[in-house]
């Protein structure tokens, strides 16, 4: 270490940042001499299609597109990206595209609301009077633009929320609502002459934003819950309820559990595999299998052996809150597969043990996955005037409620349905 006043006489020379070169251009794929040492490759490519849409000697062709398409599809802060042909280059005095998006809500009895959700102007190309330029004064016959679609919105209230996606929800009834969020491309076209004409060519768009599990479904997850619970238990979620009576003293109430995997996230082609398990004392668990009532001493009267209904099945519901007004609907989205599991409860007496009822269980597997015709996932957006939220739904209900203490029962388990498996490449 240099003496205090040595060191202060010392100038320190830093290099000039002029000096120092920027940093090189990275990208994903190799050049001449790279290698890649580590890549993850996409399970689900990139569309490489185009979809076009002609109006007039307009012609507008959006890219990155699956084959086929009849509405382009985008995702999460997706860009639209195209090129807008003219047949007519010269007639053109300015080009611009607009991406829009609205959120039109109404509840039965005329209550309704409109919110814009995204709201983007581009001038692709205008003619300038003032360049000398002749070569510019007239409009090229191809003009590529993008547009890139917004991560959030504002309300009326200056609150923001994440951008929903396309949906449109049309109920009537006392209690019915109409929910629609809708997006669409438009190009204008301003023509040269004094009395200005407009050409106008829109295009619907779907906004789509993917998503996925943060962690991957255990595709090993066999049906064995008595096995799986005890070696992995932190991969099932449990949800317990009370199957109640309508004479606890005569007919005892009886515990329900369900059991799913414990991420409570899915894609909507996941197959759910559950669990279904009902605990109690015999006497009670038999009026779940048989129509008609056990005497007190335990023995059946007149019993005829029924299957009780068990459903397992997934719900969409959307609610629209509009001046103190509500509305809202419940949608099924998929039901379940459900598989008793043996052994079944046998026509015998109810044994007891110091006077205390023996209790038993039932069982029953399954899985459940969504429709086909399911196309968007909604991972829960809740906005101030619209909620849109999933659930896996438990209903039990014995084989004869009319003549069942037990009554019907249901709980729905909140669950997130998103569009790609946890597997799949995370682009948008």
Not at 71 to 78: A, E, F, L, T
Not at 291 to 311: D, E, F, M, N, V
Not at 322 to 345: C, D, H
Request: with cysteine.
């Amino acid at each position: 270490m240099l003496p205090l006043d040595t060191a202060s006489l010392v100038q320190l020379q830093l290099p000039s940042y002029n000096s120092i070169f920027p940093p090189p251009t990275y990208s994903s794929d190799p050049v001449c001499g790279e290698q890649s040492i580590q890549l993850t490759r996409r399970t689900r490519p990139r569309p490489a299609g185009t979809f076009a849409q002609r109006f007039g000697s307009i012609t507008v062709l959006l890219t990155d597109q699956e084959e086929g398409v009849s509405i382009p599809v985008y995702g999460r802060q997706s860009a639209v990206k195209g090129i807008i042909n003219l047949d007519l280059p010269e007639a053109a005095r300015e080009v611009k595209v607009k991406l829009h998006g609205h959120m039109d809500l109404v509840i039965s009895g005329g209550t309704s609301q409109n919110t814009i959700l995204a709201d983007y102007v581009y001038t692709v190309w205008r003619h300038n009077q003032d360049t000398s330029d002749q070569g510019s004064a007239t409009c090229p016959s191809k003009l590529p633009f993008t547009c890139m679609f917004p991560s959030t919105f504002k309300d009326s209230m200056g609150r923001e929320y994440p951008l929903p996606p396309s949906m449109q929800a049309a109920y009537p009834g006392s209690s019915g609502l109409y929910a629609n969020c809708t997006y669409r491309l438009t190009v204008n076209i301003v023509k040269r002459g004094f009395f200005a004409q407009v050409k106008k060519l829109v295009i619907p768009l779907h906004y789509y934003p993917r998503t996925r599990p943060l962690m991957l479904m255990n595709s090993n997850t066999t049906l064995d819950l008595f096995s799986d619970v005890k070696i992995s238990p932190e991969e099932w979620y449990q949800t317990m309820i009370v199957v109640q009576s309508r004479e606890p003293t005569v007919t005892p109430p009886v515990q329900c559990s369900l059991f799913i995997p414990s991420i409570k996230v899915f894609a909507l082609s996941d197959a759910i595999h559950f669990h279904v398990q009902i605990t109690g004392p015999l006497f009670s668990l038999r009026q779940l299998v048989y129509s008609k009532l056990y005497k007190s001493t335990g023995s059946p009267h007149a019993s005829a052996k029924l299957a009780p209904k068990i459903r397992v099945y997934l719900m969409r519901q959307i609610v629209v809150n509009l001046g103190g007004q509500r509305g809202w609907k419940n949608i099924t989205l998929g039901e379940g597969i459900v598989s008793p599991r043996p052994p079944p409860i046998v026509n015998s007496s109810i044994p007891a043990f110091d006077g205390q009822p023996v209790e038993d269980s039932l069982d029953w597997e399954g899985k459940v996955r969504c429709d086909e015709d399911v196309t968007c996932g909604t991972p829960g957006f809740i906005t101030r005037h619209l909620t849109v939220q999933d659930f896996l739904v438990l209903s039990v209900s014995p084989a004869d409620p009319t003549k069942s203490n037990l009554m019907s029962t249901q709980v729905p388990v909140a669950i997130k349905l998103v569009t790609n498996r946890a597997e799949a490449w995370r682009e948008d």
